[in-house]
């Protein structure tokens, strides 16, 4: 079966760090995009960021909300995908999902066919 | 790329035939997705590429439009279509989704 998990999140007092994992089961994670987005409370979907497969070298791209702070690595020994999240801000409690994304054709194009159930992530003193 | 959604919620009838509209602050070719999310949920993608259907999706799901201006039209809605909705474009970075549209009995 094809699937995603996401863990490491917990309550994180802010300026603090945490890393969470996407682990991949029924797929290779090195054969697609993966990307991170976010769900804080009661608000709508936020993009995170992504890091490409290994034949676009596993390069990263992140939103302007979290460069510099946010990390995306991948570890295809374990097929998981890691977000190590320092400096962090209250406002970045939220829920973290991991996708993967699938290509559509010979485009540019990349769509996010499979989710986690995420990982609740809350920065607070 | 700003991803604008309307209505931003709607109340419906099962077996009704609902329309949403997502419209994008630029073109973004046929680099458009829609996504299902239910109260508690991770997402769910329904369409990519504006109108191909994912697979295990049902059919009275659609999606058309080009250019700037993309529609979500659920035909004979079910209970179990009750959702939020997002669109979501994948043209540029950052990527971004819509507001989302609350789907209610």
């Known amino acids: 079966e094809v699937q995603l998990v996401e863990s490491g999140g917990g309550l994180v007092r802010p300026g603090g760090c945490v890393r969470l994992s996407c682990a991949a089961s029924g797929f290779s994670l090195s054969d697609h995009y993966v990307d991170w987005v976010r769900q804080a409370p009661r608000r709508g979907l936020e993009w995170v960021g992504r890091?490409?497969?290994?034949?676009?070298?596993?390069?990263?791209e992140y939103a302007a909300a979290v460069q510099g702070r946010f990390t995306i690595s991948s570890d295809t020994s374990k097929n998981s995908v890691y977000l190590q999240m320092n400096g962090l801000k209250i406002e970045d409690t939220a829920v973290y999902f991991c996708?993967?994304?699938?290509?559509?054709?010979?485009?540019?194009?990349?769509?996010?066919?499979?989710w986690g159930k995420g990982t609740m992530v809350t920065v607070s003193s | 790329i700003q991803m604008t959604q309307s209505p931003s919620s709607l109340s419906a009838f099962v077996g009704d035939r609902v329309t949403i509209t997502c419209r994008a602050s630029?073109?973004?070719?046929?680099?458009l997705g829609w996504y299902q999310q239910k109260a508690g949920k991770a997402p769910k993608l329904l369409i990519y590429?504006?109108?191909n259907l994912q697979s295990g999706v049902p059919s009275r799901f659609s999606g058309s439009g080009s250019g700037t201006d993309f529609t979500l039209t659920i035909n004979s809605l079910q209970a179990e279509d009750f959702a939020t909705y997002y669109c979501q474009q994948d043209y540029e970075y950052p990527v971004t989704f819509g507001q989302g549209t609350k789907l209610e009995i």
């Open positions: 890091i490409r497969n290994k034949a676009n070298s596993f390069t990263t």
């Open positions: 996708t993967r994304n699938s290509k559509y054709g010979g485009s540019d194009y990349y769509y996010m066919d499979v």
């Open positions: 590429a504006i109108s």
């Open positions: 630029q073109g973004i070719t046929n680099y």
